[in-house]
């Protein structure tokens, strides 16, 4: 039987907030497929229409939230399974380094061009 391993400590807090986020994800995903699919069918969503939905604090931020959260799960999910594979050491430490900047370039990129879409700043 293989040996079950997992960087994240057991009840810890990246075990948690890897739990929140996707719990958060399932959520604001089923939302937007409803939005998105069924309210407004597909063929009908067009850049004008994407704008003026932007344009609403409530779904901007939810938009935004939903940014950081999944850059944060996706982050934190490589960088454990790379611990998981047996990364260690400096090569460890280079690579969260890089997630953490590539995370956070892409929260400030998407955050920008999120509020470009907007008429409220």
Do not use: C
Not at 22 to 44: G, I, P, Q, S
Not at 53 to 77: D, E
Request: hydrophobic share 55%; proline share 1%; glycine share 8%.
């Amino acid at each position: 039987m293989a040996e079950h391993y997992s960087s994240f400590e057991p009840k810890g807090t990246r075990w948690l907030l890897q739990r929140i986020t996707a719990a958060f994800l399932v959520v604001v995903l089923a939302y937007h497929f409803l939005l998105l699919h069924f309210v407004n069918h597909a063929a009908d969503i067009t850049f004008a229409g994407s704008q003026v939905r932007m344009s609403q604090v409530g779904y901007f931020s939810t938009m935004v939230l939903f940014l950081i959260t999944a850059a944060f799960h996706g982050v934190n999910g490589v960088y454990n399974a790379l611990v998981n594979q047996g990364l260690d050491g400096t090569q460890k430490t280079v690579v969260k380094w890089l997630l953490i900047v590539a995370g956070t370039l892409l929260v400030v990129q998407g955050t920008r061009v999120a509020s470009a879409m907007t008429g409220l700043f």
